[in-house]
């Protein structure tokens, strides 16, 4: 009987080591999340994925909850933005990994020591409201006195992307806190997330706004009156990137998922769910112009992790708080 109890033992031992399962942490939607969990387990047979899905700031209160007792969970953490990943690489909280993927992207969309690494682009741009007699081309047009007071843009006190989006803006030579200033005087409306801003110009309410980019785009598909304007000087964006922790415990099949979505079949996946890939040679969904002719302006998640508290409290002074 010993000795049966003893084999049992060790057979419960080897199944046990031979389980080879990652723990992921993710913002995406859950049909997304979904979908890329189902492709990843399918093009790695024997690895499989427990994932948790919420939003980014729910996700990153859980997960700094889990470090405090001790106890991380997850071993990849797939989330909206690299201002958050920045932050977590100089606390030292990922793990560097240099993917081989990493050649087909631009440098300007990974971490250059490998902490994280961009999967997607949703670039925030201006949406109007085809009503509208004068189609904006540039985000200088939204200073137009013209259009006093009927202008919406999500708040950065609200939404990362738009967090993101006035770092990026902000920090642009040709535009600048005086841009904001000029916005403010001219009586756009900054409150909310992305998809009030949308229901705002859509039901012409405010027929000018600030929205990410599938926001407008999937909608004037479906019938929504509506257009989306890549704007002349570029556009701001978030990437959806992921990272490794450095306390996982699968850093081995973590790296498989890695290199999976930054692959020619990962991104192959982040367009058929209407994202602009973020790989180089992709193409792009309907709707979107083509990926050469979508300028993105510069940005640094560095400079912006560094200056976020103090562009929040610059955006309270001109349009006040929520």
Do not use: C
């Amino acid at each position: 009987m010993k000795t049966v109890l003893t084999t049992t033992a060790f057979a419960l031992m080897a199944s046990t080591a031979m389980a080879d399962t990652i723990t992921i942490y993710t913002s995406q939607p859950n049909a997304d999340a979904q979908q890329t969990v189902d492709a990843f387990m399918a093009a790695n047979p024997g690895t499989e994925v427990e994932w948790v899905r919420d939003g980014t700031t729910k996700l990153m209160a859980r997960l700094l909850a889990e470090i405090e007792a001790g106890n991380p969970q997850p071993d990849v953490l797939l989330i909206a933005d690299t201002v958050t990943l920045e932050g977590m690489a100089q606390e030292g909280l990922l793990h560097a990994y240099q993917s081989p993927e990493a050649t087909n992207y631009d440098a300007a969309l990974y971490s250059p020591e490998g902490y994280y690494y961009s999967t997607k682009l949703i670039t925030t741009g201006i949406v109007y409201n085809t009503g509208i007699e004068t189609a904006p081309t540039s985000w200088k047009d939204l200073e137009d006195a013209s259009i006093k007071g009927q202008i919406a843009m999500p708040s950065p006190l609200y939404s990362g992307a738009a967090l993101i989006h006035l770092a990026t803006l902000t920090g642009d030579q040709d535009l600048g806190w005086d841009y904001y200033g000029k916005l403010a005087a001219n009586e756009a409306r900054a409150q909310g997330g992305n998809g009030g801003i949308f229901k705002a110009v859509a039901a012409g309410e405010k027929p000018y706004g600030m929205v990410v980019d599938y926001l407008a785009i999937r909608n004037k598909a479906d019938g929504s009156p509506v257009e989306f304007v890549f704007p002349e000087e570029g556009v701001s964006y978030v990437t959806e990137p992921v990272a490794i922790l450095s306390s996982a415990k699968n850093v081995e099949g973590a790296e498989k998922f890695v290199d999976f979505v930054l692959s020619q079949e990962g991104q192959e996946l982040v367009l058929d769910m209407g994202y602009i890939p973020a790989r180089d040679g992709m193409g792009v969904p309907a709707g979107f112009p083509a990926r050469e002719d979508i300028k993105l302006m510069a940005f640094d998640p560095a400079d912006a992790l560094a200056n976020a508290e103090e562009n929040k409290a610059k955006f309270t002074e001109l349009f006040g708080a929520e």
